[in-house]
């Protein structure tokens, strides 16, 4: 399924990131970018909200010094840590640091793909100069894109909305709180398909996380069983959970399935997945790899 994906995708990650002929077959991040393709479809159908331009050169161009991806990232943490009641010295400390993140992490990421682009770039001159009709995605961890600006932004303002969600679903059991730090890899290729508008990314996200939570909860005697078994220490709690690999829609299926079918299902989801991989490699052609994501009116 991960292998599936990641060519499914591999042409929407070098249109918006202009990542040269490089796919994330990254379990947390990839079922986001599922996710996100029919809320993309649904966004430009909907009056007034198609219109909405999020992206952050826009935002920059329409609130002036306040649109600066620094300056958000200051505000956001400020917003953040009046929500959570901060002293002034920790009120400062975190807001500098969100600003800093803001700032740093698009510099440290572009350093880093400077460094990338060369070895994919051999590594499809390998490729081609052996198998001539074959196109080839390098596989990487989606940590290349959490430095996107409208990555970044989305992921801080779903923080607070993740917390308020957990609080106010019915359903949820789960109190998110290291997990937070794993929403930039939950929703980084939501953006993507997105097209980098920070406010269908955030909406969308907001519906994402509160399936997160419902599947997070449903799945936590599962987490906590395994946990046991391998003899992890639970600090004294009754249940653990995991938000983002066990709050997934993938793993929602997985676990489904499995309960219903057994061995079945997984066999089912195996061959199915294969079929995709002929469907998409074989049967579509060279250069046809990635289905067509709307552009967004970001």
């Known amino acids: 399924m991960i292998l599936l994906f990641g060519d499914i995708l591999g042409g929407t990650i070098n249109k918006y990131y202009k990542f040269p002929n490089i796919t994330f077959p990254h379990g947390t ?11 993309n479809w649904l966004f430009d159908r909907i009056p007034v909200v198609k219109d909405w331009k999020g992206d952050p050169k ?10 600066d991806s620094t300056v958000m990232g200051v505000m956001i943490g400020l917003g953040i840590g009046l929500l959570a009641q901060y002293e002034i010295k920790e009120l400062l400390q975190l807001s500098v640091t969100t600003g800093a993140v803001m700032m740093l992490m698009p510099r440290m990421v572009s350093l880093l793909m400077e460094g990338l682009t060369p070895i994919s770039q051999a590594a499809n001159a390998f490729i081609k100069k ?4 074959r196109e080839l995605y390098i596989g990487m961890d989606a940590a290349l894109s959490v ?24 359903f949820n059991q789960t109190l998110p709180f290291g997990d937070l730090a794993t929403i930039p890899f939950v929703v980084c290729l ?3 398909v997105f097209n980098g508008n920070i406010i269908r990314t955030v909406l969308a996200g907001t519906v994402y996380m509160a399936t997160i939570l419902c599947i997070t909860t449903w799945v936590a005697p599962l987490v906590t069983e395994a946990a046991i078994a391998s003899n992890f ?3 004294g709690n009754a249940t653990i959970t995991a938000m983002a690999e066990g709050g997934l829609w993938t793993t929602g299926l997985y676990v ?14 195996g061959g199915a997945c294969l079929a995709g991989l002929f469907y998409v490699n074989k049967v579509k052609g060279k250069g046809e790899k990635t289905p067509p994501v709307e ?3 970001a």
């Open 233 to 235: 220490d639970l600090q």
């Open 256 to 269: 489904l399935v499995t309960k219903l079918l057994n061995w079945t299902g997984i066999i089912a989801i």
């Open 58 to 67: 826009t935002i920059q161009e329409k609130l002036g010094i306040f649109g």
């Open 147 to 170: 430095g996107d600006q409208a990555v970044l932004s989305s992921s801080l303002l779903l923080v607070p909305i993740t917390i308020a969600l957990a609080v106010i679903l019915p």
């Open 190 to 192: 939501m953006a993507a």
């Open 130 to 133: 052996r198998f001539p009709d």
């Open 29 to 39: 991040a990839i079922p986001g970018y599922i996710f996100a393709l029919p809320f």
């Open 295 to 297: 552009e967004s009116k």
